[in-house]
């Protein structure tokens, strides 16, 4: 079994509000791959998108690869890497609120909603295109109405 990489120390909060041109760029990410390029552009951390997407796993898990992710997004060598950990940030974030009702970052998740219908609509009916849906759907029903 291939040991957990430690959870790195964040002390900055950059993945908390994705700009406009961030927020396309991940897009593209998700568009124009299959989740197979992803994880080849997550590197040795490939497996921790499919543990992300697993129905049982705790949000203790969660919260670790959303963080890992997070010192993925920070040391990229390039955009398409960046933009394959941002993907798996917001899978994390997104399974951990849909499975568990947990909120794991200190983003408003209702500013998470445009990325999450974003990521829902470029990855269709695919599984993670279901759980971003299912995120942007009950992030939906929790916004108060008039």
Known sequence: MKAKPPIPNWTTANLESLSGSQVKALLQVASESPL?????????????????????????????????AKALIENAEDGARREAARLLYHASV????????????????????????????????????????????RVNATIPRG
């Open 36 to 68: 197979g390029d992803v994880e080849h552009l997550l590197g040795e951390h490939a497996d921790l998108l499919s543990t992300a997407m697993e129905q049982t796993t705790p949000v203790q898990e969660l919260t670790r690869i959303k963080n890992v």
């Open 94 to 137: 997104a399974a951990a609120f849909v499975r568990h009702g947990a909120t794991i970052s200190g983003r408003p998740m209702q500013k998470q909603q445009p990325v999450y219908e974003g990521l829902a609509a470029a990855w269709g009916g695919s599984a993670i295109g279901r759980l971003f849906a299912e995120a942007a759907a």
